[in-house]
């Protein structure tokens, strides 16, 4: 493992010359801006625009990736390998993504992040990297099993403890910094009050901005304490869309008062946490610039209201260049300039990195933008690199990652956090919990949506080892998010032998055949419990079924609370983060934010 005095080296005297850290920052912990602007004034133009970028590159390896990888590189990047990508680019930052062969365990990760910060450093002028990722928890994970997963951010909105949320940032933060990353993507700071959202919904803590503001400060705090930079994203809210902007142009149509008072809320409220970063919406929000351009291109937007109004002056991320929603009215070669004029400073994974990187160049080069605007940019990316230690610390040991990842106090801090986030909505003639006297055999049925990152999967097969594991006697019986009448017919048949039925449900709506199972299942007069493993709406859809739980993911610290509730092993303690409107009239409120019960 490189020593301090070899990082030191590898720097060409760069990292020697900042000196920042612990000893090199002001009273109030700010690095010393003299230091940083004498390391910027030594860049290249071309190494400049680098810094700005944060790209993907496929591979387990800085240096050595498997062929496919390799080709893969070659055909969207140009490259063959991390390595290359950043000696051509300079780029300043790398985001890792599952797809890409970067996370498949612990020690593999830490040998990437190691090589990819060695391959910077040892360049002329070399720098430390942002190695980034999507750690969100709950259906957002690149850094999956064996390292601790947490509830996602609707779940803890259940719990509403900000000590969990501050616990979970402290020792997710923890994990990521040993095995390398220290820049994470999350929280979500997006106030969810539309269920028919189809990109955010979950990943919010829920439909209170006081509430979400809360727990997203409390999540900052604990990632800090880590000296990993949160993010706080989707600048200036994604919470109210029916459009998913990875594939359409989503519009807001809140009003300047109703954004003030609904999405600004914990976005101010990370702010004033510290947060190192703030990621931008590919969304049209008329009400605050009504020239059609999406939030990540708007001058209005980032620098008056985020910069100006808001105070701001941190880093300011993109989301990725390669979504829909950023690329209808402008092309590839555009977007990455007017996102830098509109006041951002990390252009993170533009579809075409070459196109990308050659049209800032010739920005500058033509005098469209100029090359101080690059400079504070750049200065305060390096203050967050400085402020993280990444030019005295940029390695990590696999004796750390040993310590650290999946530590069992770690993984048991999860479990009890699990337990105060599962909400009980229904429970009609006490069904529950279960006795493992009377109702020993369990069929669980249900929903097997594509197991999020590194969990164990199927749900209904995680639901039934956990009872099992209980003291019931349970079997799995997948039957998808949209059984057939021949699965249904199967699926009641195997309940004539069970003394209770569990349903895992995903998102159902009016005409889903999930609500003609349960239905069906009902009818055989077995106990039903259905178990919401996404969106906690489906119980309005599911009027006959005498106890309802919502999990709020289908990951297995949650499932596994939710088996503990359904055994009583532990009472049910989450509240409704979110209101469940009647399926039959959605202007009237079935439960309400708050509502949850208990045994």
């Known amino acids: 493992m490189p020593t301090r005095r070899t990082v030191l080296a590898a720097g060409a005297g760069v990292t020697a010359a900042l000196a920042v850290g612990s000893t090199g920052a002001d009273a109030a912990g700010t690095p010393d801006d003299k230091k940083l602007r004498s390391l910027i004034s030594r860049m290249t133009l071309e190494e400049k625009v680098g810094q700005l970028f944060v790209m993907r590159v ?37 985001i890792y993504f599952t797809w890409a062969h970067n996370t498949e365990n612990p020690h593999q990760i830490a040998d990437l992040s190691n090589g ?110 880590s000296s990993v930079a949160a993010t706080a994203k989707h600048f200036p809210g994604h919470g109210d869309t029916a459009v998913d902007s990875h594939y359409g142009f989503p519009v807001i149509t809140h ?80 977007v990455p300039v007017l996102a830098l004029k509109a006041g951002v400073d990390q252009l993170l994974n533009p579809p075409d990195l070459a196109t990308a990187w050659n049209a800032v160049l010739k920005a500058v080069q033509g005098g469209e933008l100029t090359e101080a605007r690059l400079d504070e940019s ?35 801090a999860a479990d009890r956090i699990a337990e105060r986030t599962t909400t009980l909505l229904v429970n009609k003639g006490k069904v529950l919990p279960l006795s493992r006297r009377t109702q020993k055999k369990v069929l669980v049925v249900g929903a097997d949506p594509a197991s999020p990152s590194g969990t164990t999967g199927p749900p209904t097969g995680v639901l039934a080892t956990a009872l099992t594991e209980l003291g019931f006697t349970a079997t799995a019986l997948s039957t998808g998010t949209a059984p057939s009448a021949a699965t249904i017919a199967k699926a009641v048949a195997a309940a004539q032998d069970a003394d209770a039925v569990v349903i895992g449900t995903y998102n159902v709506t009016a005409g889903s055949s999930q609500k003609t ?21 489906d119980v309005a859809q599911l009027p006959s079924v005498p106890a309802h739980l919502a999990s709020y993911s289908w990951t297995d610290v949650e499932l596994r609370a939710a088996a503990r509730v359904i055994a009583g092993k532990v009472a049910p303690r989450g509240k409704l983060p979110v209101p469940v409107q009647r399926a039959d009239d959605p202007a009237q409120v079935l439960y309400p934010i708050g509502y949850g019960l208990s045994y």
Not at 385 to 407: Q, T
């Open 116 to 225: 990819v910060q060695r391959a910077s450093l040892t360049q002329p002028r070399g720098l430390p990297l942002l190695v980034t990722t999507d750690q969100e928890h709950g259906i957002v994970c690149r850094v999956g099993k064996p390292a601790t997963l947490f509830p996602g951010a609707m779940a803890m909105g259940a719990g509403g403890s900000r000590t969990d949320a501050r616990t979970l940032g402290r020792i997710s933060g923890a994990e990521l910094r040993a095995i390398g990353i220290n820049q994470d993507y999350s929280p979500d700071a997006d106030v969810n009050i539309n269920p028919a959202n189809p990109v955010i919904g979950v990943r919010s803590f829920g439909a209170d901005p006081d509430a979400v503001a809360a727990l997203v400060a409390a999540e900052v705090a604990g990632y800090q304490r």
């Open 255 to 334: 009003t300047r008062e109703v954004w003030e008072k609904l999405d600004a809320v914990p976005f101010r409220a990370a702010i004033k946490a510290g947060i190192g970063s703030i990621m931008t919406a590919h969304i049209q929000f008329p009400a605050l610039d009504d020239s059609g351009d999406p939030a990540t291109l708007s001058h209005p937007i980032l620098t008056g209201i985020l910069r100006g109004e808001l105070g701001y002056d941190g880093v300011v991320v993109t989301d990725s260049l390669g979504m829909e929603g950023v690329r209808t009215k402008y092309g590839d070669d555009r």
């Open 58 to 94: 496929y591979g387990d390896s800085a240096t050595d990736p498997a062929q496919a990888d390799v080709d893969a590189n070659l055909k969207e990047i140009g490259v063959r390998t991390a390595a290359e990508l950043i000696a051509k680019y300079r780029v300043g930052g790398i």
């Open 517 to 537: 199972l349960a239905e069906q299942l009902v009818a055989t007069g077995k106990p039903v419990i259905a178990v919401a493993v996404r969106n906690p709406y």
């Open 378 to 412: 750049i200065l305060r990316i390096l203050r967050l690199k400085a402020r993280l230690g990444l030019f005295e610390k940029p390695y990590v040991s696999r004796a750390g990652v040993d310590r650290v990842v999946g530590a069992d106090a770690h993984l048991a």
